[in-house]
C-alpha cells in the first residue's frame, strides 16, 4: 500500500512540474508577442506583479503573469493558461477590476496559441485570438481619453471573495 501512494504522489509530481513547464513556455510566448509583435517596451510591461487584497481580517495576495502599463496607466492584465480558459475568465475579471485603485480596463486570458480579450467594465469578450491582443499604438489611442475609475463599492467585496477563494484553492508549486 505505501509503494502505490509514493508511486501516485510522483505521478502527481511530474504531473505538476509538467504544468509548471508549459506555464514557463506560454509565459515566454507571450513575452515575445507582446515585445515583437505588439510594439510594447519591456519597460512597459510588469513581469508577475501581485496585490495584497484586504477582505475583513483576512489577506490575500493575488497574482497574475502581465499587467501592460502605458503612460503609467495600468491597461491590460494577462494571465497565461494550461488548461481551460472558461475556468480563469472569473479570476482575470476579479482581478482587474479590484486588484488596484481603479479598473483595469482590458484582461486576456492566453494558452500560448489563442487569446480571449474582455472589455472589464462590461465582462464581454471583445476577442478570441492572439491578433485581437492591442498593440502599443492602440492602447495609446484608448489612454486619450481613459478616466481611472474604480470598481463599485457594492460589487467590489464580492469580486475580492472571488479573488480570495482562487487563491485559497491553488496549489504552491513545489520546489
Known sequence: MEDRKKIIQ???????QLEM???R???QIIWEILI????????DILVDPSFTIT????????TVDFIINVLSINFMV???VASTMDSWERYILAFARVAGDYQIPYAALIDGETARLFDVGTGSVIGESIESIFT?????????NFQKIPYSLQKREKEQRILYAFEGIKCPPRK
Open 55 to 62: 477582505m475583513e481580517n483576512r489577506k490575500a495576495l493575488v
Open 10 to 16: 510522483e505521478k502527481i509530481r511530474e504531473e505538476e
Open 78 to 80: 494577462i494571465r497565461s
Open 25 to 27: 513556455g506560454i509565459k
Open 136 to 144: 502599443k499604438d492602440e492602447a495609446l489611442q484608448y489612454l486619450k
Open 21 to 23: 513547464q508549459q506555464l
Open 36 to 43: 515583437h509583435e505588439k510594439g510594447f517596451q519591456p519597460e
